[in-house]
């Protein structure tokens, strides 16, 4: 009697079956990678504002800051590193909320300001969440902003190591 599947014909069937359940479907090309889209799009509405694009240079939406916190967040080791970023933007929907009652996606620009400009002040001694997570953000948002391309060449003029004729930077003396 001849058996119904031999070794190799089962190995085949198996590898093409395990080739077949473990494709994935790609990813939508620019999604998050660890934030949903309402919580990536108020990241990085919150990064712009932070540093907006001026007449000197582009911004944090220009320089990627908001895909930068997004991947960094996402190659998290750490659960709570993670749990701190989502649970910062939902204090800052709550902070707007009971500040302008509605979330800060639907605040006006002015409403925003304002509510940054209020977290700002306590940022020495931050109490709240909203608070605390404000000087996460502002800290993360300033050094990818100057770690990118557009922060350090475009908006601070870095040159490398250059020899410089004559220094122009500021004198202390």
Request: include cysteine; aromatic fraction near 10%.
């Amino acid at each position: 009697m001849e058996p119904i599947l031999n070794r190799r014909d089962l190995f085949k069937a198996l590898t093409a079956a395990a080739f077949t359940t473990l494709q994935l479907p790609a990813a939508e090309p620019g999604a998050p990678l660890f934030f949903s889209k309402p919580e990536f799009a108020l990241l990085d509405a919150l990064t712009d504002l932070m540093i907006p694009t001026d007449d000197h240079s582009p911004g944090a939406r220009e320089a990627g800051v908001a895909p930068f916190i997004d991947r960094t967040v996402a190659e998290a080791f750490l659960a709570q590193d993670k749990e701190s970023w989502r649970k910062g933007l939902a204090a800052m929907n709550q902070f707007s909320q009971s500040s302008c009652q509605c979330p800060f996606m639907k605040a006006t620009p002015q409403q925003q300001v304002e509510m940054l400009t209020k977290l700002a002040a306590k940022e020495k001694h931050p109490e709240t969440e909203p608070e605390k997570f404000f000087t996460q953000l502002k800290e993360t948002t300033a050094f990818a902003y100057y770690s990118s391309s557009i922060g350090i060449h475009q908006d601070i003029n870095y040159k490398g190591n250059v020899l410089l004729e004559q220094f122009v930077g500021y004198d202390a003396t």
